[in-house]
């Protein structure tokens, strides 16, 4: 039994809190002004919109280049792209997320091959997430 409750505490204190690395936010709007919103942030912050679909609610942004060499038929350098989940909560509530995903790719002939890469730090999706909400 006492093992047993040990390795519950265990289990326990290895979970992060609710909030800890979340980059997301609950805004008092509609979700169709959150939606334009975010749209022109990510316009304004230099993020191209690649994919969007308003009835799941999720926007997909192009991938820029974080570091490395891009000669057109040949490239080699790390990556990132965003997904930004749109949530209505209610008449006039909107969860916004903002989700980061990076990611080494090497192009050799127009072909890529991307390889993903953990990372823990979100200033990118927390600075995103304030940009938006600063401007709702």
Excluded: C
């Amino acid at each position: 039994m006492k093992i047993v409750a040990f390795v519950l505490v265990s289990l326990v204190a290895l979970i992060p809190p609710a909030d800890a690395g979340s980059a997301s936010q609950t805004f008092p709007v509609s979700l169709d002004r959150a939606w334009s919103t975010t749209e022109k942030v990510l316009d304004v912050l230099g993020w191209e919109i690649d994919k969007n679909d308003r009835t799941v609610g999720w926007l997909t942004t192009d991938s820029r280049k974080l570091d490395g060499e891009d000669y057109g038929v040949y490239a080699k350098g790390t990556r990132h792209r965003l997904r930004i989940h749109l949530k209505a909560e209610g008449g006039n509530r909107t969860t916004i997320t903002v989700e980061r995903s990076v990611f080494k790719r090497e192009r050799i002939l127009w072909i890529d091959t991307d390889e993903p890469l953990a990372t823990q730090d979100q200033t990118v999706e927390r600075g995103v997430l304030a940009a938006i909400g600063k401007s709702l």
